[in-house]
């Protein structure tokens, strides 16, 4: 059973200037600091290529078709209610292009991924020299992009109060940040095809609060050591939160994960919190309940297994944390106490051979021959 739900998670992931203040779109510079967008051509852009180090710029109800690229530090985007970013006509190329897979890397006619919101570091360079710093963008609604905001080798960036509705690959997906902050956002789709909602980074200080996450394959991936994920809410999910190899030190805590989608939309197959050779993890608090899938499906509260880091067959795993780091992963470590996780197929099962405290959790025993499912009370 373990080498298939590897493989089947391994597949799921793998498939893993300036400008003149006269510009139409923006009606006011009052004190150097502050910009007032209204729709018009190129509108935002306009305003952040007129922008300096520390501007906000507000933006004011209606449509936006533009792709907005972020390299300056302390630039913060303020969307009034009902200001709407959406895809242009036509994309240019800019330094989030491609940088996400697209539906089916081995298809290499269909078009690069294309960001909505792009935070990106001043120069492209391999390992990030220049940060952009202190980047925010709260109250703006962002749709139908492959990659609705995109941060890279960003410092210190706030994401707050945002409606994140419709990322076809990714609602938001950071890489190569430090202290990034997603909090009170929406992060939405009724398109059951739509794959992860809130993917963070790989270097550090990662933190996913209070956010509202519905539709998605998968609600939040987590490849940040240390990654905080605390008091979201998370419905019509295939996997809530997924945990990959190699990331230590997670701290899950005080999630609602209920109310998943139907199973037939998810290859049978429907998980709480998977926790894919997780290390020092910490959960608590959790509820997470409605996992239940008929057999020949699997579904688990919370789930929890070495990885090996190779497939059923011996070869290397596609998962992108293996392929990183293809050495075995254990389940080690890790503590799960006082959840409350029921009407799961199973609630809580550990397949592990090194040690890790499962207890006071609110659960239906496992009767699996093998699994590790700590007292529940
Ligand atoms: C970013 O903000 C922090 C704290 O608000 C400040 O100390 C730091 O100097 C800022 N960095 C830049 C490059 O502006
Ligand atoms: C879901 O998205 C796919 C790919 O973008 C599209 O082909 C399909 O029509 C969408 N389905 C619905 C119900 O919107
Ligand atoms: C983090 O991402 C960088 C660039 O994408 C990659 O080179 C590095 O191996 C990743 N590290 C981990 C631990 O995934």
């Given at each position: 059973?373990?080498?298939?739900?590897?493989?089947?998670?391994?597949?799921?992931?793998?498939?893993?200037?300036?400008?003149?203040?006269?510009?139409?779109?923006?009606?006011?510079?009052?004190?150097?600091?502050?910009?007032?967008?209204?729709?018009?051509?190129?509108?935002?852009?306009?305003?952040?290529?007129?922008?300096k180090?520390?501007?906000?710029?507000v933006?004011?109800?209606?449509?936006?078709?533009?792709?907005?690229?972020?390299?300056?530090?302390?630039?913060?985007?303020?969307?009034?209610?009902?200001?709407?970013?959406?895809?242009?006509?036509?994309?240019?190329?800019?330094?989030?292009?491609?940088?996400?897979?697209?539906?089916?890397?081995?298809?290499?006619?269909?078009?690069?991924?294309?960001?909505?919101?792009?935070?990106?570091?001043?120069?492209?360079?391999?390992?990030?020299?220049?940060?952009?710093?202190?980047?925010?963008?709260?109250?703006?609604?962002?749709?139908?992009?492959?990659?609705?905001?995109?941060?890279?080798?960003?410092?210190?960036?706030?994401?707050?109060?945002?409606?994140?509705?419709?990322?076809?690959?990714?609602?938001?997906?950071?890489?190569?940040?430090?202290?990034?902050?997603?909090?009170?956002?929406?992060?939405?789709?009724?398109?059951?095809?739509?794959?992860?909602?809130?993917?963070m980074?790989?270097?550090?200080?990662?933190?996913?609060?209070?956010?509202?996450?519905?539709?998605?394959?998968?609600a939040?991936?987590?490849?940040?050591?240390?990654?905080?994920?605390?008091?979201?809410?998370?419905?019509?999910?295939?996997?809530?939160?997924?945990?990959?190899?190699?990331?230590?030190?997670?701290?899950?805590?005080?999630?609602?994960?209920?109310?998943?989608?139907?199973?037939?939309?998810?290859?049978?197959?429907?998980?709480?919190?998977?926790?894919?050779?997780?290390?020092?993890?910490?959960?608590?608090?959790?509820?997470v309940?409605?996992?239940?899938?008929?057999?020949?499906?699997?579904?688990w509260g919370?789930?929890?297994?070495?990885?090996?880091?190779?497939?059923?067959?011996?070869?290397?795993?596609?998962?992108?944390?293996?392929?990183?780091?293809?050495?075995?992963?254990?389940?080690?470590?890790n503590?799960?106490?006082?959840?409350?996780?029921?009407?799961?197929?199973?609630?809580?099962?550990?397949?592990?051979?090194?040690?890790?405290?499962?207890?006071?959790?609110?659960?239906?025993?496992?009767?699996?021959p093998?699994?590790?499912?700590?007292?529940?009370?």
């Amino acid at each position: 059973m373990r080498a298939t739900f590897v493989t089947l998670v391994a597949a799921a992931l793998s498939t893993l200037v300036s400008a003149s203040p006269l510009e139409p779109g923006i009606i006011a510079r009052d004190d150097g600091k502050t910009i007032h967008v209204t729709p018009g051509l190129n509108a935002i852009s306009n305003a952040i290529k007129d922008a300096k180090k520390g501007t906000k710029i507000v933006i004011e109800k209606g449509e936006y078709h533009e792709q907005l690229t972020i390299k300056k530090d302390g630039i913060s985007l303020v969307g009034k209610q009902g200001a709407t970013l959406y895809p242009p006509n036509k994309y240019y190329s800019n330094a989030c292009t491609g940088v996400a897979a697209t539906v089916d890397p081995s298809d290499t006619t269909l078009p690069e991924t294309q960001a909505g919101i792009c935070i990106k570091e001043h120069i492209r360079v391999a390992s990030v020299e220049n940060y952009v710093n202190n980047v925010s963008v709260k109250g703006l609604a962002v749709k139908n992009f492959d990659v609705n905001i995109l941060v890279i080798g960003a410092r210190n960036t706030d994401i707050a109060e945002n409606s994140i509705v419709d990322g076809i690959r990714y609602g938001l997906l950071s890489d190569g940040s430090h202290d990034t902050t997603v909090k009170n956002n929406l992060v939405t789709t009724s398109n059951d095809t739509y794959f992860i909602a809130v993917c963070m980074d790989n270097f550090s200080g990662a933190r996913a609060i209070q956010n509202k996450v519905t539709g998605y394959g998968i609600a939040f991936c987590t490849q940040t050591s240390r990654e905080v994920i605390k008091r979201n809410t998370v419905k019509k999910h295939c996997l809530g939160v997924v945990v990959d190899p190699h990331i230590d030190g997670v701290k899950i805590i005080d999630n609602s994960i209920t109310e998943p989608k139907n199973p037939n939309k998810c290859k049978d197959t429907l998980i709480g919190i998977l926790l894919d050779g997780a290390s020092n993890a910490e959960i608590h608090g959790n509820t997470v309940k409605g996992h239940e899938v008929p057999d020949p499906g699997s579904g688990w509260g919370i789930l929890g297994f070495d990885d090996p880091c190779v497939d059923a067959q011996g070869n290397p795993s596609q998962s992108l944390a293996c392929l990183y780091n293809p050495s075995p992963s254990p389940f080690t470590g890790n503590v799960i106490t006082n959840n409350i996780v029921r009407k799961n197929t199973k609630d809580i099962e550990i397949f592990a051979a090194a040690p890790n405290v499962v207890k006071n959790n609110d659960c239906l025993a496992s009767t699996t021959p093998g699994a590790l499912a700590g007292t529940c009370k």
